[in-house]
C-alpha cells in the first residue's frame, strides 16, 4: 500500500510533467550537498525548476500525465529540471552551471513538448539566440528584398532626375550670367 506521502510526490510531479514545456533529466552523482544547493540556487534564479527524483515515482507520474518519453530518460540518480516558458532557458542554465563550474553534473537527456532529446540535442538548444532576437532576424530578412525591391524601383527615376536637373541646373547658371552680364551693361551706360 503507497504511502500519502508517495501519493503526494507522484501527483506533484504529474502536475510538473503536464505543465512543463521541457523536463531535461541530469546524473548529479559527484555532487557534494552544497553544490546541489547552489546548483538548484542558481537554477532558481533562471526560472527553472531543479528536483530531485525517485525513478519509480516519476514513472508512474509520467505515466498517469501521459508523458512516458520522460520514463526513458530518467536511469539511476536523477534530478529533473522543469523549464515552464522558454524551453531553451533550462538548456542555457543548465550547461552555463556546468561550463562555469566544472560540474561532473552531465545532461542524460530531456523531453519537450512529446519529443525526447539526447544530450546533445539539449546542449545544442543552449546556442540557441533568445526568441525576440530570432524574431528580429526574422524581421530582418523579410524586410531586405523589399529594401532592395524599393532600391531597384527608384533608380531609373533617380537616374531620370539627374539627366533632367543636370541641363536644368546649367541653364539656371548660364541665366545668371547673363543677367548679371546686363546688369553690368546698364550699369556702364
Known sequence: MPTQKKIDIVDELRDKFTRCTIAVATDYTGLSVNMMTDLR?????????????????????????NRPQIKSVVQGPTALAFGYENPTEVAKALEEYIRVNRSSLAIRGGVLDNRTLTSAEVLSLSTIPPREELIAQLLGQMQSPVARLMGQLQAPISRLAGALNGPLASLTILLQQRAEQLKSQQGAS
Do not use: G, H, I
Request: charged share 30%.
Open 41 to 65: 540556487q542558481k537554477m532558481r534564479e533562471k526560472n527553472v525548476e531543479y528536483r530531485v527524483v525517485k525513478n519509480n515515482l516519476t514513472y508512474l507520474a509520467a505515466d498517469s500525465a
